[in-house]
């Protein structure tokens, strides 16, 4: 026999199905909201592992996206660049980058909560000072950090493209029914986006300065907790149930104390504030002009998205009852 022959009866016979290629649409996805099973298993896996949902977070685009041009020079935008991107260009790169300098910011703030929490166990009303006023001249370079979003990021390009690429499956009116993961699950699942919520540092100080936010607020917010790596999550937690700052601060009459006290709540009431207008200029002035423009070289994002955060909050009214919920934690000597 030939071989020829012989790979003809041993050959498979040929179908599409073997290739993923569909009957009715050929290479086309046959429904566009399907993440393809040779993308979906290892995305999950790997989420899994890590103790993230299966999504672009902020731990994704921000605390691991980001390295030094030299290893030896300071850490501002200059001296960054990120690691991985998508489209947006210098805005996107600034978006980030503005992010990861937030971050650092955060960091002496991070070390208060510890030395503070330390005080209050030893105890020692010095230390305790100390550590707040650290906590509160960390929450005022944040605020200043941010404000650096006006001169990198571009709001036009912040509203029509990177939102989008942040938007998620979850209270998303462009999305309602979610995403279906092929060889995950059969029916689609629904993750929120990436938002600004998800970054550890301000549930920290919430849980730290006992602020109690509005329950509608406050539901979202934890659950924004569970797009956090577990460690940083279990952080908040710690500070959770570690003895009040608040009740300590009250029960002790130190006036030094609850002056410090209610600076840090203020200074963080002003950082929302501050969060609040660059929402505005980013979000809702920007999808007033968006409207406004017939013909623009920017794609046209979905109107369902207008009012809404990344993360798929109504934004503005979010933002101020945090705000405000923030002020109401000030303290006010007893007597």
């Known amino acids: ?156 390009i912040f509203y029509a493209v990177i939102r989008i690429f942040l938007s998620g499956w979850k209270d998303n009116p462009a999305l309602p029914v979610g995403l279906v993961y092929e060889g995950v699950s059969k029916e689609p699942l629904s993750y929120s986006g990436g938002s600004a919520a998800q970054s550890t540092i301000l549930h920290a100080f919430d849980e730290f300065l006992g602020v109690r936010h509005s329950k509608q607020s406050a539901e979202f917010l934890h659950r924004m907790r569970d797009y956090m790596p577990p460690s940083h999550r279990a952080f908040v937690e710690e500070i959770r149930v570690a003895p009040s700052v608040r009740a300590h601060v009250l029960s002790s009459g130190n006036g030094q104390l609850l002056t410090a006290y209610n600076q840090c709540v203020e200074s963080l009431a002003a950082l929302r504030t501050h969060h609040l207008a660059l929402v505005t200029k980013y979000l809702i002035t920007a999808a007033s002009k968006a409207k406004a423009r017939r013909t623009s070289h920017l794609p046209r994002p979905p109107r369902a998205l207008e009012a809404r955060g990344t993360g798929g909050t109504a934004v503005v009214s979010f933002l101020k009852s945090v705000r405000d919920k923030t002020l109401e934690a000030r303290l006010h000597p007893s007597g």
């Open 1 to 156: 026999m030939e071989p020829q022959s012989q790979n003809l009866k041993t050959a498979p016979f040929l179908t599409l199905g073997r290739f993923h290629i569909s009957e009715d649409y050929g290479f086309l996805l046959p429904n566009p909201l399907i993440l393809p099973r040779n993308l979906a298993l290892p995305f999950v896996e790997v989420s899994r592992n890590l103790g993230l949902p299966p999504i672009l977070v902020h731990s994704d685009l921000v605390l691991a996206n980001w390295a030094t041009r030299n290893p030896g020079g300071p850490l501002e935008i200059r001296n960054l660049d990120t690691i991985v991107s998508f489209p947006g260009g210098e805005s996107l790169r600034g978006f980030i980058l503005v992010t990861v300098l937030v971050e650092k910011a955060a960091v002496p703030g991070i070390k208060a909560l510890v030395q503070a929490v330390n005080a209050i166990l030893q105890p020692s009303p010095h230390s305790l000072l100390q550590a707040l006023q650290q906590l509160r001249v960390s929450i005022q370079d944040i605020t200043g950090a941010l404000g650096q979003m006006h001169d990198y990021v571009d709001p036009d």
